[in-house]
């Protein structure tokens, strides 16, 4: 091996424990002084203080579950339907059904007792129930389609997801 790349490989060694950082001391009794934090130079380069409370906008008022909106779209070249669905004290949330255009499907709200009637309501994961518990006087959104069928229950953090009631 030539000195060179001796040198090259000897510097590479030195520089992957830490090239330009100042050599770390060995003496036990050496006190340093604590860290000074960065001067910002411009106002936009500092990190905000404080996050904002909510990142959404503020949720609509509403006195009940409501489809706010119901648009035939295509996903992937094919057919789907796109809602727009409000819950009392949630943000309004986009739910697409992919398949089928909205003339083709039956989308409502139901009741936990409607579910519990159907015998479907034993067969939703716990997360569901306990989502669908939590909001007992609150009807869920319910998309049928001609082979399937899903709810769209709020979670804790205010977000609609999809769990399938029927294959």
Do not use: H
């Not at 036990?28 to 411009?42: D, L």
């Not at 906008?57 to 070249?77: C, F, M, N």
């Amino acid at each position: 091996m030539s000195n060179d790349l001796r040198i090259a490989l000897g510097l590479a060694a030195l520089c992957l424990g830490g090239c330009g950082q100042p050599a770390a001391t060995t003496k036990a009794n050496t006190t340093e002084a604590p860290a000074r934090p960065a001067t910002v130079r411009n106002a936009a380069d500092a990190a905000p203080t404080e996050l904002p409370a909510q990142i959404d906008p503020p949720p609509v008022p509403a006195e009940r579950a409501t489809v706010v909106s119901r648009e035939d779209i295509t996903v992937d070249g094919k057919p789907a339907c796109a809602f727009t669905i409000r819950y009392p004290g949630a943000v309004d949330q986009p739910v697409t059904w992919n398949g089928d255009r909205c003339g083709s499907i039956a989308a409502r709200f139901i009741s936990r007792e409607e579910l519990g009637r159907a015998g479907q309501l034993d067969d939703l994961p716990a997360s569901a129930r306990e989502d669908l518990n939590r909001a007992v006087n609150q009807p869920v959104f319910s998309i049928e389609g001609e082979f399937t069928a899903s709810i769209y229950p709020l979670n804790v953090a205010g977000v609609i997801y999809e769990v399938p009631i029927a294959d």
